[in-house]
C-alpha cells in the first residue's frame, strides 16, 4: 500500500503540470518587441515582468517559450534521481514522484497533446511511445543488474544523472529556435500589437475583428470544455484509457510483488518481468505506426482484446490459475504486446471521430484527466486491497479490468463517422 501510494505523487505532479502549462507557457515567452534576439536564458522573462521598462511593448514568442519550457522541465528529471538517491526517506520519494511527473506533464502538454505527432501524415505517434517503452525496458535491466551485483541500489539513481545530462543537451539542441522563427514570432506580435493600437474601421463591429480568425474554435464556443463535454464519444474515449492505463500500470506495478509472495520467484531475477512488459509494449507500439486505417484500427485492437490466441485477457488468466513464475513472466511479456497499441490507438481514436475543432482540448482530457487520474486510483486500491488480504487478490483485480476493457471497446464504431463538424 505504501508503495502505491509513489503513484499518487505521480498524478499529483501531472495534474498541477497539465494545469499550469498554459500559464508556464505564457510567461516564459514574453519578450521586448524592441528586442532583435531570442532571450534564451530563463531568467529574461522574470526581468520583463520586474521591471518597469515599458518601450516598444511585450510581445509572446511560441518558439522561445517551447525551448523554455523544455529547458526547465529537463531539470526534474536529475533532481528526481537525487531525491531518490538521497536515502532520506519516504517523503522525499514521494516528492521526487511528483518533481518528475511534473516534468513529463510540461513536456507532453507543449509536444504530444497539442496533436504534434498525431497530425502529422506518417502517424508516427506509435513509433515515438514504442521509444519510450524501450527506455522502460532499459531500466529495470539495469537496476536488476545492479542489484544482483550487489551494488547499492542508489547507484542506479546517481548513474541515470549521466543520461539526464546527455538527454538535457540533446533537447536543448534540438529545439533551439532559429532566426527564421522568432523573427516570424516577432512579425506576429508586431503585427497583433497594431491592431490593438489602431482604431476600429468604419461600419465595422469594433467585437468582430481580425484577431477572430486567429482565435477560431474559442470565438464561436468560447467554453470547449462543456462542448467537448456533451460529445459521447469523448467519454467513450476517456473510459476507455481510464480502465486500460489503470489495468496497465496494475500490472506492470505489482507483477513482481506478486511472483516474490505467490510464486517464490528469484529475487535476483524476478524485475527482468518488467522489461519483458515493456518490451512487448515497445515491439507492438513500433509496429502499430504500420497500421493506420480506420477500420483496420478498430479490429486490430478488438482481436488484441479478445480474438488472437494468447490475447491479453487469457494471459491474465494464465496468471492466476498456473502456478509457474516462468509462464507468468512469459505471461506478462505477452500482455505488454497486447497493450502496447492501445493507447497510442485511443489518442489517434479520439483524433478521428471528434471535430478537429475541440481536438486540443480532447487530448488534454484524455491524457492527463483520464491517464493520470487512473494511475493512481487503480494502484492505490489495490494496494490496500492486497495489503489486507493478500498478493493473491492481485489477479482478481486484473482479469477484471481486462474484462472491462472488453466490454467498454465495444462502445466505439467500426468506420469513422461522415459528419465530425461543430453545428453553428
Not at 492505490?380 to 492486497?386: A, H, Y
Not at 493478500?390 to 482479469?399: A, D, L, P, Q
Request: proline letters at 5%; one cysteine or more.
Amino acid at each position: 500500500m505504501i508503495s502505491s501510494l509513489l503513484f499518487v505523487g505521480t498524478t499529483c505532479g501531472f495534474t498541477a503540470g497539465t494545469l499550469l502549462v498554459p500559464r508556464i507557457m505564457r510567461f516564459l515567452g514574453r519578450f521586448y518587441l524592441s528586442d532583435a534576439n531570442l532571450a534564451l536564458v530563463p531568467i529574461a522573462p522574470f526581468r520583463i515582468a520586474l521591471s518597469r521598462k515599458t518601450s516598444g511593448g511585450v510581445g509572446h514568442s511560441a518558439s522561445q517559450a517551447r525551448y523554455l519550457v523544455v529547458i526547465m522541465a529537463s531539470v526534474c528529471f536529475p533532481t528526481n534521481f537525487i531525491m531518490m538517491g538521497s536515502k532520506t526517506g519516504f517523503a522525499t520519494m514521494f516528492m521526487g514522484y511528483v518533481i518528475v511527473a511534473f516534468g513529463r506533464a510540461v513536456l507532453t502538454g507543449i509536444f504530444t497533446r497539442n496533436m504534434f505527432l498525431s497530425d502529422m501524415p506518417s502517424r508516427p505517434l506509435g513509433y515515438a511511445f514504442g521509444l519510450w517503452g524501450l527506455g522502460a525496458v532499459a531500466s529495470p535491466l539495469v537496476f536488476q543488474a545492479t542489484a544482483a551485483a550487489g551494488l547499492p541500489w542508489t547507484h542506479f539513481y546517481f548513474g541515470s544523472l549521466v543520461l539526464a545530462a546527455f538527454s538535457f543537451v540533446f533537447l536543448g539542441i534540438t529545439f533551439m529556435p532559429t532566426a527564421r522563427e522568432f523573427a516570424m514570432d516577432r512579425k506576429t506580435a508586431l503585427n497583433e500589437a497594431e491592431s490593438r493600437s489602431a482604431p476600429p474601421t468604419p461600419g465595422c463591429d469594433p467585437d468582430s475583428t481580425s484577431s477572430t480568425a486567429s482565435t477560431g474554435l474559442q470565438a464561436a464556443h468560447p467554453n470547449q470544455l462543456r462542448l467537448v463535454s456533451s460529445m459521447p464519444y469523448q467519454w467513450a474515449v476517456s473510459l476507455f484509457v481510464l480502465f486500460y492505463c489503470g489495468s496497465e500500470t496494475t500490472t506492470q506495478g505489482l507483477i513482481v510483488q506478486y511472483l516474490l509472495a505467490e510464486r517464490s520467484a528469484d529475487r535476483n531475477t524476478v524485475g527482468y518481468v518488467s522489461a519483458g512488459f515493456w518490451a512487448g509494449v515497445s515491439a507492438s507500439r513500433l509496429a502499430w505506426s504500420y497500421w493506420i486505417s480506420f477500420t483496420r484500427r478498430k479490429y486490430i485492437i478488438q482481436g488484441c482484446l479478445s480474438r488472437w490466441p494468447g490475447v491479453a485477457l487469457g494471459m491474465q488468466l494464465f496468471i492466476w490459475f498456473i502456478d509457474s513464475s516462468i509462464e507468468n513472466a512469459v505471461s506478462t511479456a505477452l500482455i505488454g504486446v497486447f497493450f502496447g497499441p492501445l493507447f497510442p490507438a485511443c489518442l489517434e481514436l479520439a483524433n478521428d471521430l471528434l471535430p478537429a475543432e475541440v481536438n486540443m482540448i480532447s487530448m488534454a482530457i484524455v491524457y492527463a484527466s483520464s491517464r493520470m487520474l487512473t494511475i493512481a486510483i487503480f494502484p492505490f486500491i489495490t494496494g490496500v486491497v492486497t495489503t489486507k488480504y493478500s498478493m493473491r487478490t492481485w489477479s482478481y483485480i486484473t482479469v477484471a479490468q481486462a474484462a472491462i476493457l472488453l466490454c467498454t471497446w465495444s462502445l466505439f464504431p467500426t468506420r469513422q463517422p461522415l459528419r465530425r463538424t461543430i453545428a453553428a
